[in-house]
């Protein structure tokens, strides 16, 4: 089964048994992120630099895609370009409840629906189909440690997870300098055009930036 980047950054983060979502703040960054890494892979957004630019509306066939295609297109309010990191605080907020929903459609996960001390509602998303997500962690271990060289949408799913810093999730068994090493080779690595290579880049860079102030104000708020 072909799921999105965004839906594999869910699966790794969702706990198998409970449902429930391991690191939350820096998931959320990454899942807008991936997100929007597809649709510069599909080239229906451009980045470069601190901005990104709407291309192409015409729809991929994916729901999740095509959903975002619009609201960057109604986000953009008419103007050629805006910034990376200002598309990415607005939807980090809002991309993983579509993401979840798509796995719930395609039979990954269900969704169950308790209340906290009997009175706070509370979902979870317990994995029912695991062949899905054991096929992404072979293809990861394949990269790292194994050392193979990944294909693009690997590669880019591994420099997401870099960028906001999730290698305990999708490398638990792998000492975390090594994968730190590994991730940060396979992310500046020559595994896409030059285009791709630089939108990455500037995404990397905007995501660092968002979540380190994100996380930066929380830590001063306590």
Same mark, same amino acid.
């Given at each position: 089964?072909?799921?999105? #980047?965004? !839906?594999?950054?869910? /699966?790794?983060?969702?706990?198998?048994? =409970? @449902?429930?979502?391991?690191?939350?703040?820096?998931?959320?960054?990454?899942?807008?992120?991936?997100? /929007? /890494?597809?649709?510069?892979?599909?080239?229906?957004?451009?980045? =470069?630099?601190?901005?990104?630019?709407?291309?192409?509306?015409?729809?991929?066939?994916?729901?999740?895609?095509? @959903?975002?295609?619009?609201?960057?297109?109604?986000?953009?309010?008419?103007?050629?370009?805006?910034?990376?990191?200002?598309?990415?605080?607005?939807?980090?907020?809002?991309?993983? *409840?579509?993401?979840?929903?798509?796995?719930?459609?395609?039979?990954? %996960?269900?969704?169950?629906?308790?209340?906290? /001390? *009997?009175?706070?509602?509370?979902?979870?998303?317990?994995?029912?189909?695991?062949?899905? !997500?054991?096929?992404?962690?072979?293809?990861?271990?394949?990269?790292?440690?194994?050392?193979?060289?990944?294909?693009?949408?690997?590669?880019?799913?591994?420099?997401?997870?870099?960028?906001?810093? #999730?290698?305990?999730?999708?490398?638990?068994?792998?000492?975390?300098?090594?994968? =730190?090493?590994?991730?940060?080779?396979?992310?500046?690595?020559?595994?896409? $055009?030059? =285009?791709?290579?630089? $939108?990455?880049?500037?995404?990397?860079? $905007?995501?660092?930036? %968002?979540?380190?102030?994100?996380?930066?104000?929380?830590?001063?708020?306590?």
């Amino acid at each position: 089964m072909r799921i999105t #980047l965004a !839906e594999e950054i869910m /699966l790794l983060s969702l706990d198998d048994e =409970s @449902g429930s979502v391991k690191q939350r703040q820096s998931v959320n960054w990454a899942v807008a992120g991936a997100l /929007l /890494l597809e649709l510069v892979l599909a080239e229906r957004v451009r980045v =470069s630099g601190k901005y990104l630019e709407l291309v192409d509306t015409s729809p991929t066939g994916e729901e999740l895609l095509d @959903g975002r295609i619009e609201s960057i297109r109604v986000w953009m309010r008419g103007r050629p370009r805006r910034r990376v990191t200002e598309w990415l605080t607005k939807d980090q907020a809002k991309a993983v *409840g579509p993401v979840v929903e798509r796995l719930c459609g395609r039979g990954v %996960v269900v969704e169950e629906r308790r209340k906290a /001390l *009997g009175v706070f509602p509370v979902r979870r998303y317990p994995e029912a189909d695991g062949e899905v !997500e054991r096929e992404l962690r072979e293809r990861l271990a394949s990269a790292l440690p194994k050392g193979a060289e990944p294909d693009e949408r690997t590669a880019g799913l591994i420099a997401v997870i870099h960028a906001v810093r #999730l290698h305990g999730l999708a490398f638990p068994e792998v000492p975390r300098k090594e994968v =730190s090493a590994r991730t940060a080779e396979i992310a500046d690595g020559q595994w896409a $055009a030059e =285009s791709i290579r630089t $939108a990455l880049r500037d995404m990397q860079l $905007a995501m660092v930036a %968002v979540t380190v102030a994100t996380t930066t104000a929380a830590v001063s708020a306590v």
